[in-house]
């Protein structure tokens, strides 16, 4: 089964197009939520804008998603401004 929570694909259309992404929850009508290396945090996508990769990953487990994103888990720093 291709459309699967922890399933990798590649975002073919929109601002993140290009980007790789891990499918977190699948939900109704062809749609699931996704997280990508551009973006982080959890949103709606069709499946339709997806292509699937042979890659599975553990989506509850962060680390997992971000190593396969190509995410560093180090903390970014402020730039103060004067």
Known sequence: MLIEEGRVCIKKFGRDAGSR?????????????????KRQKERKCNTKHLEFL?????????????????????????????
């Open 21 to 37: 992404a891990v499918i977190t929850s699948v939900l109704k009508d062809g749609y699931v939520n996704i997280v990508t290396e």
């Open 54 to 82: 042979n890659e599975i990953v553990d989506s509850k487990n962060k680390d997992q998603v971000n190593k396969v994103l190509g995410i560093s888990n180090a903390p970014k720093q402020q730039s103060r401004k004067k």
